[in-house]
């Protein structure tokens, strides 16, 4: 890969016996929209903090532009910006004072700093909020004026931990489509999420991550024809009763699983994989057969559902 914008070599992160991050080796061109997919506690937010340079690895090096994530963790803070998933806003400034505040601390000259304001409060729909005290926006106008601050001078690459965690639909829409405009436009994002949606639709590439190490990589639909099939269908034959029917399953399809709401059978035909459920006169409560997707994946590789 010609001139990755961020590199990780065995990076590694252990807390006494716990291993958060284990041997994590990854190159991520500029310009991509890159993702890490896990659950809760599968290293998501310590490996980003490392790349941050607010955690010291254990062992191993990340690199940044070719600096060392640690080492030259000063030199670096410059090249990024990153939004926490507890982001880091003044609740008695007004969103203004805050994108100067921060524009401040990054050093973006005076004569920049009021167009680049400008220019972000449109782009984050905060016009008619400027001079609103931070601590009285919406969790979704926060989350934008964090990302409005992480922006504001304009680096190359962009940190985000679980974005959109708690936001409604509409700002959780109205801030994916933000990110998909960044990118295309040349930004390097990298996005930990447990969305499965989001990751499929906006990364251009992704791991997933379980149990701190990297168990898969690739874009989302190369990851989808690897590890599942093209249909699966999904059967609910009532509470606490779907694992009774797993061996009259049996033979339908590539694979089952078993979960606590539903059955999924995966199959090349979904419809196909229905009727044989119907010609053993097996009469589930509901079906529906739907294509595979990043939850499918997830599931065949750490063997638990996202919502588990």
């Not at 004072?97 to 921060?102: A, K, S």
């Not at 167009?115 to 001079?131: S, Y």
């Not at 409005?148 to 708690?166: I, K, N, Q, R």
């Not at 709401?261 to 097996?282: K, M, P, Q, S, T």
């Amino acid at each position: 890969m010609p001139d990755p914008i961020i590199v990780l070599e065995n990076l590694r992160k252990a807390y006494g016996t716990t291993i958060a991050a284990n041997d994590l080796n990854l190159a991520i061109p500029r310009g991509e929209i890159f993702g890490f997919l896990g659950a809760n506690g599968a290293g998501k937010t310590t490996t980003i903090r490392m790349l941050c340079g607010l955690t010291r690895p254990t062992s191993g090096h990340g690199f940044i532009d070719g600096l060392d994530v640690w080492t030259d963790r000063y030199k670096i803070r410059s090249k990024f910006g990153y939004v926490a998933q507890k982001f880091s806003l003044y609740p008695d400034l007004t969103v203004t004072e805050n994108l100067e505040f921060f524009g401040g601390a990054f050093r973006v000259p005076d004569e920049t700093l009021g167009p680049r304001i400008e220019t972000l409060l449109k782009q984050m729909d905060l016009v008619g909020k400027r001079d609103a005290m931070a601590g009285s926006l919406s969790g979704g106008m926060k989350q934008l004026l964090a990302l409005a601050c992480a922006l504001v001078h304009s680096p190359p690459l962009l940190f985000l931990d679980e974005p959109t965690s708690g936001l409604d639909p509409v700002h959780r829409q109205q801030l994916w489509n933000l990110l998909y405009d960044l990118g295309h436009a040349g930004t390097t994002i990298f996005v930990t999420t447990h969305y499965m949606d989001e990751a499929e639709q906006l990364c251009d590439r992704l791991v997933v991550m379980d149990a701190g190490r990297i168990v898969a990589e690739g874009s989302p639909r190369v990851l989808i024809t690897r590890f599942s099939t093209r249909e699966v269908l999904e059967l609910r034959f009532g509470a606490g009763r779907n694992a009774e029917y797993e061996g009259r399953l049996a033979g339908i399809g590539d694979r089952l699983e078993v979960l606590a709401d539903r059955v999924l059978v995966y199959a090349d035909d979904g419809e196909a994989a229905l009727r044989e459920v119907n010609v053993r006169g097996l009469t589930p409560e509901s079906s529906l057969v739907r294509r595979s997707s990043l939850e499918d994946v997830f599931l065949r590789l750490t063997g638990r559902s996202l919502e588990e």
